[in-house]
Nanobody, 121 residues
Framework: QVQLVESGGGLVQAGGSLRLSCAASGTIFSIDVMAWYRQAPGKQREWVARISSAGITNYADSVKGRFTISRDNAKNTVYLQMASLKPEDTAVYYC???????????????WGQGTQVTVSS
């Protein structure tokens, strides 16, 4: 079984920074895409950023230039460095990783439990 544990959320003033982490553990053969999503109160979950196994990154327009996604393959961990935070970035942030548990199994996406980010004005 694979588990994803997130950390790094909290309360920050507008203009501040936070770094989120999401570590995968368990039976892991390989990890392909890692990504972050967020869900604000009363809104649907939305995609924030993704990083491929080759390190190629993509960002939602709303966070481009302010957020940076990165990964440490040795630690099965994905990070989200958030800068110039705005009140509208307030949400629960979720990570997902596409994991293959052995060479014969198809990859499956696993989700973290979510971490709250609150940006005060």
């Amino acid at each position: 079984q694979v588990q994803l544990v997130e950390s790094g959320g909290g309360l920050v003033q507008a203009g501040g920074s936070l770094r989120l982490s999401c570590a995968a553990s368990g039976t892991i053969f390989s990890i392909d895409v890692m990504a972050w999503y967020r869900q604000a109160p009363g809104k649907q979950r939305e995609w924030v950023a993704r990083i491929s196994s080759a390190g190629i990154t993509n960002y939602a327009d709303s966070v481009k230039g302010r957020f940076t996604i990165s990964r440490d393959n040795a630690k099965n961990t994905v990070y989200l460095q958030m800068a110039s935070l705005k009140p509208e970035d307030t949400a629960v942030y979720y990570c997902t990783q596409f994991v293959r548990v052995d060479i014969r199994s198809p990859e499956r996406n696993y989700w973290g439990q979510g971490t709250q980010v609150t940006v005060s004005s």
